[in-house]
Every structure is written in C-alpha cells, then in structure tokens.
C-alpha cells in the first residue's frame, strides 16, 4: 500500500501538529542536488523497518571534500516553523554527526549550521527521527550534511516543518513496491534478433560513435578501432567485440567501442535481452548495456530519457573488491542538465558475472521497467531494479520521460566519474593490455499491447552482397559500388567487408 500523508494519519502517527510535508521521496523527488564531494540518489529502501517502512528514500553520501558535503534542497518559498524532523538511517560503524542548514541569513550570533536536538551524533543501523531546532530562523532550503568530519552515508525520508519537537515514534503506513512485469516467455513475440553471425558489423542496425570528448570525465577516445566481429575464446561463439586499448588517438591516451541503433532500430515497451561477457573491470572499466529516448537529437539530455539496464564499475565496488558482482540499474530524467534527476539499485550479486556469458533482461510496460540476471538459468530471480513508468503529463514526474520510442546502446568506458579514477595510468584494467567484452546476441520481444512500437529501418533493402574478391582501385568511384556497407565515422567514408574496414583506396585501416 503507498504511503499516505493526510492530515488525521499525520497528527496520529507523528504526534505533532501545525506541520508541513516537506518531502516523502515516494514519487518524483524534489530537485534534490549535491553539493561539494557528495552525491545523492533517490532509492528503494534498503532498510524497511522500525520507523520507516515506505518505499523509497534518498540515498545522501560524502565521500570527500570540506566540511560542507551534503544534498541541497532549495524550497519553491520561504517557510517559517519552529523544528525539522527528518528520518535518518546511517550505515557502517563510524561515528556521524549530521547538521542542518536551512537559510543563509543567519541571526547574529548563532551558528551557521545546526545539530541534532538529541545530540551530535545519531546511532546506526536504525531510523530514528532526528529534530533540529530551526525556531528564528526563515526556512528557505533544506541543505543536509551527513557529516562534518569524514565521509559518511546516510538515507533520509519524511522531510516535515513542525511546531512540535516531540519525536516521532509510531512507524509510518506500510508500503510495496510495484509488481515487476512477468518475465516469463508467454505471449512475447520475437520482433528482432541481433546474433552477430555476419562477418562484418551490420550498419543497417547499428551506428559505430566516434567521439574524443565523451561525457563524465570518461578517459577514452570511441573508435572505430574498438567496434569488431569476433569469436570469443571459450565457446567460440561470433560476438560483437569492444576493445578497450591503452593507445594514443585525438589527444586520448585509450580507446575503446560504443554502439548504438539510434534512428535504426528502435522500439517502446517489451522485453530486451542481451548475452554479454563482461571484462575483468578492475580497475577503471565501466561497460554497459542501457537505453534512452530516441528524440535526444531534439530534446537533449537528460529530457530524452535514459534507462541504464545494467553498468559495472562503481568505485565503491573496487574499494570493496566486489567489482565482479556489484551492479546496477538505474533512470535519469529532467527537463534539461540542471534539472536532472536519477534513481537506481544497486546490489552485490552472489556469483560472479564477469566469469562468463550472463543473460541481462529489461521488461518495460507502460507501468513499470524492471531488470533481471539469468532468468534462463535462474527463472525465480526477482529484478535488481524497477520503478514506475505510468506516464505523466508533468515535466516534474518521472513518468514524463518514459513512454517513447527507445533506441539501444552498449559501451566499454574507461575511467571517469563512476569508476573515479580521471588518470589513464591508475586504470589497472588494461595494465597487462586491452581487455574486451563480448556480446554474444541480442533480442528484443514483444506481445502486441496497446502502446508498443517497433521500427527497424528499411536500409538492408539497399545493400547486397559483394564479390568477395572486390577491393576498391583507387581511381574507382565507391559511390557505384551498392554491394558494400558504407559509413563515415570521423568524416571519412569507410567500407566494411569481411570483418575489415577499408579507405576509399582499398588500403585495410583495421
């Protein structure tokens, strides 16, 4: 059942009265940014009991930086009241001092940020309500600090302005989860398979990126030199490979591979699968297998949508040498870059999934998305992330951004903001040279519901095949040569053919 905050349950369950609802964190969250070495997600609750049972939380993390670390909030209007109450739930062993700063015209004499009423530190490993007294003050943003000393996580949730500091001591109401959308095979139809199987890398499907300035402070120049078709070393299996390589290109000190079907094949709701090997990602690797809107041309991001089926490579997980079965799904959404917004889940698997071929699964509906590992060989998994989609009409609500047609991305990133590492001689990984990943296939189902889409471009009509014994004379026009496959990465034409890639003068450039 969601939690519902009318005004009764809230005078019953929290004992206190004349209060605002600041945030609760179970749909859209408030614009809810980080401020100095800090980051914050909002997240399904990993710690449902005691006084929080509700479902979603926000995830509050220093990991760094001055004393001034936190998630900031900044109120639509100024507000006055007397005490905040927020639910807090810290993690780990050390000791957390949490403050609270809610305007910049502090009175004179007082201090700039605020502790605990019930003293400077707050206990682990369970939710209390932790009141700060804000009487005299004018209330004009939320701005929580995990700690003042050293890094720190804590989870918040139930943000109210009260004119009580009685502390809260009855649980909130009980809530769960969506259903995930059934995983099984029934009803769904094969709509497209990807298996690799041609010798070269099919253009009509996929688009090769080539970019020296990719985003999140990532390390690698995408080539074309980082996209193959290849059999994988242990079942011999025709796969797409990307090639991360330590080497020099436009100013990079690394390459590696992005794909894409962006304008090619795109698709809204069903289910999308793909078996992929991931590398040995430690350390500074970041492969992903993910989505996002196809109207990103138009609207940019983050208001096209992105839907990260699953991403490896978190710096936590190198810290905690769990790189090989930490993951995660997540959304990012907003009206544009300084509205962004995000959520994800992120788990510590029991088994390895950088040991070999695993199956990831996205099933996307009008309601919900979900994501899931090895359903073929574990068809009890339950998703190790899911969240609403049910569409919005309110460029505030998550739902916006989530019913339009999708297009299909797979990376092998080096370094950058997730792994946290910005040097290319830290990045371990590739210390004893290029690593791969290999994706073995993948597909895209669906069951004829009302609201999907599905598109696939009618360019494999135009090409045929070629003499394989063809290779362009340098005085020939490869404009009249409609067997081959073209493109024109970094503004060249190049011609692919028999898992090479060939100039204009038939000279093997890969």
Known sequence: MKKIFSAALLACSIC??????????????????PVDAASVMQVNNPYQTGLNL????????????????????????????????????????DIHSPNLKVTDNTPS???????????????????QDVVFNVSGYPVDFIFVMPDRQGNAVIYIDDIILSDDATPRSVPNEECTLPEPPTPGEDGYTLMWNEDFTEDSFDLRAWNIETTGNPANNELQYYSNRGVSIERDPAEGKQCLVLTARKEDMGGRNCTSGRVTTQNKVLFQYGKIEARIWFPNTANGLWPAFWMMGNDISSVSWPACGETDIIELGNSGAFSAGTQDRYFNGASHWGQ????????????????SVEDGFHTFTC????????????????????????????????PNN??????????????????????????????????DGPRMMYIDWVRIYQKGDAGE?????????????????WRPAATENVETVKAMKMMSPDGQLIICR????YNVLGQAIR
Not at 16 to 33: H, I, K, P, R
Not at 115 to 123: C, F, K, L, R
Not at 369 to 390: K, N, S
């Open 336 to 351: 544009n870059s300084s509205k962004h917004q995000q959520s994800y889940n992120t788990v510590t698997y029991p088994y």
């Open 498 to 501: 028999d898992g090479a890639v």
């Open 398 to 431: 998550a739902g916006y951004y989530f019913n339009k047609p999708n297009f299909v991305l797979l990376n092998l990133a080096i370094g950058g903001d997730f792994p946290g590492i910005r040097n290319v001689n830290s990045i371990t990984a590739l210390s």
């Open 453 to 469: 889409q599905f598109s696939a471009g009618s360019a494999s009509d135009e090409i045929e095949e070629a003499d394989p014994n």
């Open 16 to 33: 206190v009265s004349a209060q605002t609802v600041l945030d609760d964190f179970e749909t859209s969250y408030n614009s809810w940014g």
């Open 54 to 93: 509700s479902c979603r939380v926000l995830r509050v993390e220093r990991s760094g930086g001055n004393n001034w670390a936190g998630g900031l909030w900044t109120l639509p209007s100024q507000l006055t009241g007397n005490y905040v109450h927020i639910l807090m739930y810290r993690e780990g062993t």
């Open 363 to 394: 099933i996307w509906d009008s309601v919900h998305v979900a994501m899931y590992v090895d359903l073929d060989t574990h068809p009890d998994a339950q998703p190790y992330y899911q969240r609403g989609t049910t569409y919005s009409s309110d």
């Open 109 to 127: 004499g007082m201090a700039t940020d605020i502790t605990p009423m019930s003293g400077t530190t707050i206990v682990a490993g369970e939710w």
